[in-house]
């Protein structure tokens, strides 16, 4: 079974009810820059020769942006098909090279790109966990069904120490969602208690004698997931007085974060954009504005897939162009999206105290042929390295309010970082893109204007090529320009004010097909290779390949 069926047709109907909006209504000088060109070019677009046309691009250094938080590059792993065993665990006694049973291999590559946080047990698993099942001696440890993805067995071997280690492994934060759909509000509690507390509870002590005696870090609570569907089919009111209830008894314990940095709350919000995502954002943040000294959130989730029509029946490898662009245009709608409920959020909560956090996105593609359709495996192409700037560029562009987000799933799952294959590994054209863009984490955001022009395929229009820029601790500026054409290379003039550079180098994403992916024999298929630009008079000039994700770092020299 791939899903249950109110999950599917959730999905259905966020699907349908989303418009189609190509770039975003977001007052910013940015966007409308974007926007003008947009229209610009629309009515050039039969124009015989748009390879020939220069991209101009105007970046204005001095005038700076928000942060855009490392959190946006977060991960999603949940109990699912392969995702957590066999692509983190694979036990002590495997013949794998791992420490403590997860997998060095992965935890190499998971470091590369500095992951900032790992969202887990799920996802609709997270709502039919039970953790006290996944502690204490492996060998003690009851076997228990996963029924939402493929009704295999779940033998509870990685729990939380074992989740914790991985953190402590790849040097990322916990963002834990709990089960508020068959849970209970004292299990939530225990579980944060056991996690937290230094205090020599009867719970503290019990994960001492698991392994680990001091207190762990819990940065982010999810309060459930999905409520509206599988999480348990939940009314926003409804939702609204168990969210309450948890955000008041699961407690995180642990000193060090109770001085400084709290645990940010998330509670459950949209999974699209029609009126019934629309009243749900409205009541939660609506609860909020008036919320009692008793109750807190941080954060107000969304979930949001690149899927065009449920059931994904969009192949992820062994397509055409049109379902390049098809699938582009569709993840485009994100920005829409974002800038719906961000309205919503700004009218009860101005001050922008409550991130969005997108915890669920990227690309969700028909099963690959032969595997297992409830364990979601797909193939990751070039489309979706080219997806997912894509979608990190919207990110960064509404910085202010998306503080979070993580891609589902990170490993072997949807629109994965990394597939394995018993001790095989590959790194995905995804991975690649995520680790061109670690130098955006936590950098300021740098508006870029331009003239975005048309790639038009099969009657379907996208912006010909899409840019961001920003400015990292050091003073670096960094540039990540998208040319999403596939036929065409885009030649780039930028324009660069307030900033002297004298240096400018970066690295490109291509590869000879829009669909061309890294296997365990061509691993390197789609990988970055240096890219050259040249300075003159203030200006940075470089050619974009067709279907790329370029990003180039510019040192700032003496004024
Ligand atoms: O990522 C797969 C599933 O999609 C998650 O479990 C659920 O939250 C969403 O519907």
Redesign the pocket.
């Known amino acids: 079974m791939l899903?249950s069926a109110s999950?599917k047709s959730?999905?259905l109907g966020r699907r349908f009810a989303l418009p189609l909006i190509v770039l975003s209504r977001k007052a910013s000088s940015v966007v409308r820059g974007l926007l003008f060109g947009f229209a610009l070019i629309a009515t050039a677009a039969t124009a015989p020769d748009l390879a020939a046309q220069k991209v101009q691009l105007s970046v204005e250094v001095s005038k700076t942006g928000a942060k855009i938080h490392r959190n946006i590059f977060g991960q999603?792993a949940?109990h699912?098909a392969h995702g957590v065993y066999e692509g983190i665990w694979v036990g002590p006694a495997s013949t794998i090279p791992n420490t403590r049973g997860i997998r060095n291999d992965v935890v190499a590559a998971l470091r590369a790109i500095k992951v900032p946080n790992v969202r887990w047990p799920?996802?609709?698993?997270?709502d039919e966990y039970h953790w006290r099942k996944g502690i204490g001696p492996a060998d003690k440890r009851v076997a228990t069904l996963n029924p939402?993805?493929g009704g295999v067995i779940e033998p509870n071997t990685f729990g939380t120490n074992e989740f914790m280690d991985f953190l402590d492994q790849i040097g990322a934060d916990a963002y834990v969602s709990v089960n508020l759909g068959s849970g209970t509000p004292q299990e939530a509690a225990e579980w944060l208690e056991y996690l937290t507390t230094a205090q020599p509870t009867t719970l503290a002590k019990e994960r001492a004698t698991n392994g680990h005696p001091a207190p762990y870090r819990v940065g982010y609570l999810g309060i459930g997931?999905?409520s509206w569907?599988?999480?348990g089919n939940m009314t926003p009111d409804y939702y609204l007085s168990q969210m309450k209830i948890y955000s008041r008894f699961v407690r995180n314990f642990n000193p060090a974060q109770q001085e400084k940095q709290q645990m940010l709350k998330i509670a459950v919000g949209p999974?699209g954009d029609g009126s019934r995502w629309t009243e749900w954002t409205e009541a939660i943040m609506k609860a909020y504005q008036n919320h009692q000294w008793s109750w807190d959130i941080n954060g107000l989730s969304m979930?949001n897939?690149t899927v065009v029509r449920w059931p994904p029946s969009f192949k992820s490898v062994g397509f055409g162009e049109t379902e390049y662009a098809q699938i582009l245009k569709s993840t485009l709608e994100m920005d829409g999206l974002i800038t719906k409920h961000s309205a919503i959020m700004d009218k009860y909560d101005p001050q922008k105290k409550v991130a969005l956090v997108v915890d669920?996105w990227?690309a969700?593609y028909a099963p690959s042929p032969g595997s297992n359709p409830g364990f979601?495996v797909q193939q990751n192409s070039l489309r979706d390295a080219i997806l997912a700037a894509l979608n990190l560029n919207i990110f960064a562009r509404h910085a202010d309010r998306v503080r979070m987000a993580n891609i589902?799933?990170m490993i072997n799952?949807?629109q994965a970082m990394i597939m394995t294959d018993k001790e095989k590994m590959v790194l995905t054209p995804t991975y690649h893109a995520f680790k061109m863009y670690v130098p955006f984490q936590d950098s300021t955001f740098v508006p870029v204007t331009f003239d975005a022009g048309t790639y038009t395929s099969g009657g379907i229009s996208l912006p010909r090529v899409d840019a961001i820029a920003a400015k990292d601790a050091a003073g670096k500026l960094w540039l990540a320009i998208t040319n999403l054409d596939p036929n065409q290379p885009a030649e780039i003039e930028a324009t660069l004010s307030g900033i002297a550079a004298k240096s400018a180098i970066g690295e490109t994403l291509t590869a000879p097909k829009v669909d061309s992916v890294n296997t365990f024999e061509a691993p390197k298929t789609v990988t970055p290779k240096p890219v050259s630009a040249k300075l003159q008079g203030g200006k940075l000039a470089l050619k974009l390949e067709p279907k790329s994700v370029t990003v180039i770092a510019l040192e700032e020299g003496s004024r």
């Open positions: 899903a999950t959730s999905i999603f949940e699912l799920g996802g609709c698993f997270a939402n993805w997931n999905e569907d599988c999480g999974g979930h897939y669920e990227g969700w979601l589902a799933q799952v949807l």
